[in-house]
C-alpha cells in the first residue's frame, strides 16, 4: 500500500474509532512505528488529525466521547485489572466514599465486597444500580439532569450536594489525563461536577487505562497534582509513569 492510501486508510480509521494509536496502525498496516509516525504527522499538518500521545483523534474532536456500551468494552481487561486494584485503596471501618461516573469506577463498584461497610456518594445511575442493593453500603445518589451519554446527573443539584458533603475518598474517572493539560473530558457539565467531586473529598484515587494518557479534551477540570493516586495499566511506560510521580502524583501500574 502507497503512503497516500494509508493516509487515507488511518484517517477513515480515526473517524470511525475517534482515536488512533500508532502500535495498532503499524501492526495493521504492516510498517514501522516511525512509518506510522511520518504518516500521522503528514495528516496532522493537512490538519486532518490532531496528534497526541501515541496516537491521533480526528480534527475537530476534542469534544468525541463514546458512549456508554461502547466504554465498558474498550480495554475491559485493563480496566477489570485496575479495578480490582483500587479495593486496596478502600478506607476501612465505616468511611465514605464517591464514586465517580466511568466504566472503570462502575467496575469497582460492582466488585465491593459483601462485608463493606461504607458510606458511598455517586452521580452515576449505572453505578447507584449495582449497589442499590448491597447490604453493607448506606448509598447516597445525587441528583441532577441527567446526561444521556453517560447516565450522570450533572447542572446545579448535582453541584449543590457535592458542595455539602466531605468524603475520605475519591474514585475518579478521566477520558484524558497528563502532566501538561491536566484532567480533562469532553462535557463542561460533567467536569464542573468532577471538579466538585474532587474538592469534596480528602484523598482522590484517579482509575484511567494508560491509552487515556495524553489524550487532551475540550473541558479541562483540574491538575493532575489534585490526584494522590494513579492506578493504570502496564500500557503506560516507566518512564511516563517516573514524569508523573516526580509531579507528586503516586503512580500504580498493574
Same mark, same amino acid.
Given at each position: 500500500m502507497y503512503g497516500p492510501e494509508r493516509q487515507q486508510e488511518i484517517l477513515r480509521l480515526a473517524r470511525e474509532g475517534g482515536r488512533v494509536d500508532v502500535l495498532s496502525l503499524a501492526e495493521t498496516f504492516q510498517v514501522t512505528a516511525e512509518t506510522v509516525r511520518r504518516d500521522l504527522k503528514a495528516l496532522d499538518r493537512a490538519g486532518l488529525v490532531r496528534?497526541?500521545?501515541?496516537?491521533?483523534?480526528?480534527?475537530?474532536?476534542?469534544?468525541?466521547?463514546p458512549d456508554l456500551a461502547e466504554r465498558e468494552s474498550t480495554a475491559a481487561d485493563e480496566k477489570d485489572r485496575i479495578a480490582h486494584a483500587a479495593l486496596a485503596e478502600l478506607p476501612t471501618g465505616e468511611a465514605s466514599v464517591i464514586?465517580?461516573?466511568?466504566?472503570?469506577?462502575?467496575?469497582?463498584?460492582?466488585?465491593?465486597?459483601?462485608?463493606?461497610?461504607?458510606?458511598?456518594?455517586?452521580?452515576?445511575?449505572?453505578?447507584?444500580a449495582?449497589?442499590?442493593?448491597?447490604?453493607?453500603?448506606? !448509598?447516597?445518589? =445525587?441528583?441532577?439532569r441527567v446526561r444521556q451519554r453517560?447516565?450522570?446527573?450533572? $447542572? +446545579?443539584? &448535582?453541584?449543590?450536594?457535592?458542595?455539602?458533603?466531605?468524603?475520605?475518598?475519591?474514585?475518579?474517572?478521566?477520558?484524558?489525563?497528563?502532566?501538561?493539560?491536566?484532567?480533562?473530558?469532553?462535557?463542561?457539565?460533567?467536569?464542573?461536577?468532577?471538579?466538585a467531586a474532587v474538592a469534596a473529598a480528602r484523598r482522590v484515587v484517579l482509575l484511567a487505562d494508560s491509552a487515556k494518557h495524553g489524550q487532551e479534551h475540550f473541558a479541562r477540570f483540574?491538575? !493532575?497534582?489534585? =490526584?494522590?493516586?494513579?492506578?493504570?495499566?502496564?500500557?503506560?511506560?516507566?518512564? $511516563? +509513569?517516573? &514524569?508523573?510521580?516526580?509531579?507528586?502524583?503516586?503512580?500504580?501500574?498493574?
Open positions: 496528534r497526541v500521545h501515541g496516537g491521533a483523534i480526528p480534527a475537530g474532536r476534542l469534544d468525541f466521547e464514586l465517580d461516573a466511568g466504566s472503570t469506577v462502575a467496575r469497582v463498584a460492582a466488585n465491593l465486597p459483601l462485608d463493606s461497610a461504607l458510606t458511598v456518594v455517586t452521580h452515576s445511575l449505572p453505578t447507584a449495582r449497589l442499590a442493593d448491597h447490604p453493607g453500603i448506606q !448509598l447516597h445518589l =445525587v441528583g441532577g453517560t447516565r450522570a446527573a450533572v $447542572d +446545579a443539584w &448535582a453541584l449543590r450536594a457535592y458542595g455539602e458533603i466531605r468524603a475520605d475518598v475519591l474514585f475518579l474517572a478521566a477520558n484524558g489525563f497528563s502532566a501538561e493539560h491536566g484532567l480533562t473530558t469532553p462535557d463542561l457539565a460533567e467536569a464542573a461536577v468532577k471538579r483540574g491538575d !493532575l497534582s489534585a =490526584v494522590d493516586l494513579l492506578i493504570t495499566d502496564q500500557g503506560l511506560s516507566p518512564e $511516563d +509513569a517516573a &514524569a508523573i510521580e516526580r509531579a507528586g502524583t503516586e503512580v500504580v501500574r498493574v
